[in-house]
């Protein structure tokens, strides 16, 4: 059974750094983009970060770039979100994503960065 869970969030003064994980099973990890996205309360969900199968194409949210990195280990099935700079509006969900046959999300980690 396809399965993501993620990790890492938690409450960090602006500023900081925060490293998110997200670890894939149920699925051949290596062969597939992977995706992370945000939903900020009362707001929609957002795109944050992608990563090819390999790891060798990444692409970033206007709101991010230049911020936040994100890198795979398909060795250990993960993918990471590395935070740099964190800001109050990167206060948010953060989900981790994958389309195979259908679309699977993990539960989410909570992100809230604050002074």
């Known amino acids: 059974q396809e399965q993501l869970v993620e990790s890492g969030g938690g409450l960090v003064q602006p500023g900081r750094s925060l490293r998110l994980s997200c670890v894939a099973s149920?699925?051949?990890?290596?062969?597939?983009?992977m995706r992370w996205y945000r939903q900020a309360p009362g707001k929609g969900r957002e795109l944050v970060a992608s990563i090819s199968s390999t790891g060798g194409t990444t692409n970033y949210g206007d709101s991010v770039k230049g911020r936040f990195t994100i890198s795979r280990d398909n060795a250990k099935n993960t993918v990471y979100l590395q935070m740099n700079s964190l800001k109050p509006e990167d206060t948010a969900w953060y989900y981790c994503?994958?389309?195979?046959?259908?679309?699977?999300w993990g539960q989410g980690t909570q992100v809230t960065v604050s002074s």
């Open positions: 994503n994958v389309v195979l046959r259908s679309e699977y």
């Open positions: 149920g699925f051949t990890f290596r062969a597939y983009a």
